[in-house]
């Protein structure tokens, strides 16, 4: 039986432990950090936004995205969530700076994650990440790989198509195989031997990717990276549920064709997603208010300001 949807308001009497994760993308691609979350931490309730009604977000620029990502987090900050994952990296290039400064609990990021995970994996300390053309215009793998002193000399190509695959649910055949070799052509000769999926939906085409660019070559994802570092947050936070207690609820919500996400999302997760909650477009354009930052949290607690959860998990790393 489908668990009610989570209100706005009900959860104001919860302590901040119970409340539960939000999690945001353009559509499907972000089901991938999901999963990581969901099989580290059992115990947790996951609300996911996937934005189909607005997706590519990888082909809008960036002011754009920062307005469309303000006015998600807004949507799920009303439903009570304690943390917010911005599951896609366009949006991480475009809004996580805005985002942090307006939200008043902590907000992650995945290209942060992709980077520590390549700086790993790579034993030549070069790596290659595909991405949209706004991640890529952003600098931001640039930026954090030079911020975080990896020692990763890091080069980005924009793969424009390999998103609207994974949406359609196209992720193998003929047709998806010569649209990906088309796109990494550019890769073939490059001696890297690491290549960083840098969108989330982009590991839905993992195996065909690893066919193109050959086994010699390390596909780093960051969603495992994200779920540690939600894991350890949260942990340090106090936040974090008992691994003993009953097991989390997730809930998931889109602004497209709730049928086609369900039946999609169940294909990619491999498991039954319930009820899926359709979200009207006008209201997430609505709810933001005018001057586009998104409504405060309401605590049941006292909470931890997000420039205190900043500075805990800078330290961490």
């Known amino acids: 039986m489908p668990h009610p949807p989570y209100a706005p308001g009900v959860t104001e009497e919860r302590s901040v432990r119970e409340r539960p994760i939000g999690v945001f ?3 499907l ?6 999963h990581a979350m969901a099989d580290l931490l059992p115990a947790e309730d996951l609300l996911y936004l996937g934005d189909t009604a607005r997706y590519p977000y990888g082909e809008r620029d960036l002011d754009d995205l920062e307005r469309i990502s303000l006015e998600v987090a807004d949507a799920l900050v009303a439903r009570g969530i304690k943390l917010l994952v911005v599951a896609c990296n366009s949006a991480t290039a475009a809004a996580l700076p805005a985002l942090r400064a307006a939200l008043d609990i902590p907000v992650i990021g995945v290209v942060e994650p992709g980077v520590r995970a390549a700086a790993s994996a790579s034993r030549t300390h070069r790596a290659v990440v595909i991405a949209t053309r706004a991640t890529v215009a952003s600098g931001v793998y640039e930026d954090v790989a030079d911020r975080l002193d990896a020692g990763l000399a890091v080069r980005t ?13 196209r992720t193998s055949g003929p047709g998806t195989m010569a649209v990906v070799r088309d796109r990494l052509a550019p890769l073939l000769t490059a ?4 290549l960083v999926l840098g969108c989330t939906h982009f590991p839905l085409l993992a195996r065909t990717i690893s066919e193109v660019v050959g086994r010699d070559v390390t596909l780093v994802s960051s969603a495992d990276e994200t779920a540690f570092e939600v894991r350890d947050l949260l942990g340090r936070l106090g936040w974090l549920r008992p691994e003993d207690g009953p097991p989390g609820r997730h809930r998931f919500l889109t602004t497209g064709e709730a049928a086609t996400f369900a039946r999609l999302g169940e294909r990619f997760l491999g498991t039954h997603l319930g009820v899926v ?5 006008s209201s997430l354009e ?3 208010p005018r001057n586009g930052a998104p409504a405060r949290a309401i605590a049941a607690a006292p909470v931890r300001s997000q420039a205190d959860a900043n500075r805990s998990s800078s330290a961490a790393r």
């Open 25 to 27: 993308d353009s559509g």
């Open 29 to 34: 691609g972000g089901l991938t950090v999901l």
């Open 286 to 288: 609505h709810e933001a």
């Open 157 to 169: 190509v924009a793969c424009p198509g390999l998103v609207e695959l994974v949406e359609e649910g």
């Open 277 to 281: 909650e359709r979200v009207d477009l």
């Open 191 to 194: 001696r890297v031997d690491t």
